[in-house]
Nanobody, 128 residues
Framework: QVQLVESGGGSVQPGGSLRLSCAAS????????MGWYRQAPGKERELVAT???????TNYADSVKGRFTISRDDAETVSLEMNSLKPEDTAVYYC??????????????????????WGQGALVTVSS
């Protein structure tokens, strides 16, 4: 079973920085787009940033361009560096992975599944 686990949320004053990390597990290999979404109280979940499977292509919401940076260490790990944080960045941040996951077994057989997986969320609070 594929799982995503976020870490690094917390509270910070306006202008401060935080780094979120997301570790994926439960598969042999993958070809996925990974990203971060956020949901503020009373609002819809919105895209923050995505990164391609190789890390060569990134996409950002206009509201975070120039302040947030998404990076991908490997197929299993994605991070979000958040600088110059504003009160309006306060939200629960969710890690997402979408694409093909490969699962190998002890006998050498490999099966694959097309999945969209979400983490449990990490709270980021920006307040003075």
């Amino acid at each position: 079973q594929v799982q995503l686990v976020e870490s690094g949320g917390g509270s910070v004053q306006p202008g401060g920085s935080l780094r979120l990390s997301c570790a994926a597990s439960g598969f042999t290999s993958s070809n996925t787009v990974m990203g971060w979404y956020r949901q503020a109280p009373g609002k819809e979940r919105e895209l923050v940033a995505t990164i391609s499977s190789t890390g060569g292509k990134t996409n950002y919401a206009d509201s975070v361009k120039g302040r947030f940076t998404i990076s991908r260490d490997d197929a299993e790990t994605v991070s979000l560096e958040m600088n110059s944080l504003k009160p309006e960045d306060t939200a629960v941040y969710y890690c997402n992975a979408e694409g093909v996951f490969y699962f190998g077994d002890a006998g050498g057989a490999v099966r694959w599944k097309q999945l969209a997986v979400w983490g449990q969320g990490a709270l980021v609070t920006v307040s003075s």
